[in-house]
């Protein structure tokens, strides 16, 4: 199995739900991935979690909420978002190498629409 | 000046043309990715490389390391091709980051 699947496909929501998105690998890959990415613009990274542990944020608002529960799932909790957190957003994992890089692996994204 | 840049921005070509997409890179790195992104849709990563050149079906990726550049070929462009392909380096001194191109729209007509 080399897929990224997540789900849902798409989301529309309003600025006071609470919604997760759910992201999945069975590839064995100890890193995850979440990415944001605007129309016509490249992908932006958000949070990276190795071994199952938050190791990188990139200074995303909080109403934003990673959870990484096991090694082939990663949850993002979204709550009070605003309109301009619409986009599509993009779940990639990799083995995990100290010493080289390994190669990101991108599942199909969850298109967001916040009204 | 933005660390990863690629030309050119937007191709249009005829079915069957060969097509070039180039990406340079201002810092050292250790691997480049050449990714794929059909509208609305995910990322599919076609070559990772660090040195010379790699091959699949009608995609060839080369890199120069010591010019600090890549090319993305395709060979008998078909109207499938058609999507956006982005550069995105791994820098030696960005742990798991990757910096990306602000992508070649592509659009082959039949």
């Known amino acids: 199995d080399t897929e990224v699947t997540q789900t849902p496909k798409h989301l529309v929501m309003g600025m006071t739900n609470k919604k997760s998105l759910k992201c999945e690998q069975h590839m064995g890959h100890r890193a995850m991935y979440w990415y944001k990415q605007k129309a016509k613009k490249p992908p932006e990274l958000m949070f990276v979690y190795s071994y199952e542990k938050l190791s990188i944020n990139e200074s995303v608002p909080s109403r934003f909420s990673p959870e990484c529960p096991n090694s082939s799932l990663l949850n993002l909790h979204l709550h009070a978002l605003q309109p301009e957190d619409s986009a599509l957003y993009l779940c990639?994992?990799?083995?995990?190498?100290?010493?080289?890089?390994?190669?990101?692996?991108f599942g199909p994204g969850t298109r967001l629409t916040v009204l | 000046k933005n660390e990863v840049e690629q030309s050119p921005q937007n191709l249009t070509a005829q079915e069957g043309e060969f097509i070039t997409i180039n990406c340079s890179y201002s810092?050292?790195?250790?691997?480049l990715h050449w990714l794929q992104q059909h509208p609305g849709g995910g990322i599919v990563s076609l070559f990772m490389?660090?040195?010379g050149k790699k091959k699949h079906g009608r995609l060839i990726a080369t890199i120069n390391i010591q010019e600090k550049h890549s090319s993305l070929h395709i060979t008998a462009s078909h109207p499938r091709d058609s999507a956006v392909y982005i550069c995105a380096v791994k820098a030696r001194t960005s742990g798991s980051r990757l910096t990306f191109g602000e992508g070649t729209q592509l659009t082959v007509n039949p």
């Open positions: 990639a994992s990799s083995q995990v190498d100290m010493v080289s890089y390994n190669e990101q692996f």
């Open positions: 490389l660090s040195s």
């Open positions: 810092v050292g790195i250790s691997a």
